[in-house]
């Protein structure tokens, strides 16, 4: 089964950029690779997703791996309301694989 | 535009009770998924709907169950309530059923079965 992988936590310096890596090494051909962040007491918030092309939006960057087996949200430059849990999320015909999440810390 | 609701936004219940969530997708969205998520196993996906019909399933027992309506507003029901329910119940909507479509988050229905 398809399946993300992302480390528990990460720290960032405010105004600094962040890498936020996730594994998804069992992806399938059609499977999107979404982004959603969730801040404490909220229901999660879309960030970004692709299918093979890095895409960049007003919120973040999606680099994704040429053998699409990983992915890095890159957020440009951090700001205390980043401060979330990001879930990086497999979905494809008839699934969605969330992952454990990483909660990203800011540091003012 | 108004955002998904869900009701009640806490609820209680006790063990072999049963319980119905609601949620009110934003208007125009034809799409509905329910979702919980626990400490301990994170976020799950339950259902997913689409114009009044179940398209996808998670891995849950039978006694969690769903429905939408003409309306695309969504209901869950969770029968014989376990305490292992207990759990946020979260809701989201979309335009259409789509992998590649943005899913809008409501705030989450907080159950505790005792």
């Known amino acids: 089964d398809a399946k993300t992988t992302q480390p528990n936590s990460m720290e960032s310096n405010e105004e600094e950029p962040v890498h936020l890596p996730c594994n998804h090494s069992?992806?399938?051909?059609?499977?999107?690779i979404h982004w959603y962040r969730q801040l404490p007491s909220q229901g999660p918030e879309y960030v970004i997703h692709?299918?093979?092309s890095n895409v960049n939006n007003r919120m973040a960057s999606l680099a994704i791996a040429e053998d699409r087996k990983s992915s890095t949200l890159i957020l440009h430059r951090a700001t205390l309301r980043d401060a979330a849990v990001y879930y990086c999320i497999l979905r494809g015909l008839g699934k969605l694989i969330f992952g454990q999440g990483t909660t990203l810390q800011v540091k003012p | 535009k108004a955002g998904v609701t869900q009701t009640p936004r806490y609820l209680i219940k006790t063990r072999g009770q049963q319980v119905t969530l609601s949620c009110s997708p934003i208007?125009?969205?034809?799409?509905v998924s329910w979702y919980q998520q626990t400490p301990g196993q994170g976020l799950q996906f339950l259902f997913e709907y689409f114009s009044e019909t179940q398209r996808n399933k998670g891995n849950f027992p039978g006694r969690f169950s769903g429905r939408q309506f003409s309306n695309s507003r969504s209901e869950m029901n969770v029968s014989t309530l376990e305490l292992g329910d207990s759990a946020l119940y979260l809701c989201a909507s979309s335009l259409e059923i789509a992998v590649y479509n943005e899913q809008f988050f409501g705030p989450g229905t907080r159950l505790t079965v005792l």
């Open positions: 208007s125009g969205h034809r799409s």
């Open positions: 069992t992806i399938s051909g059609t499977d999107y």
């Open positions: 692709g299918l093979t």
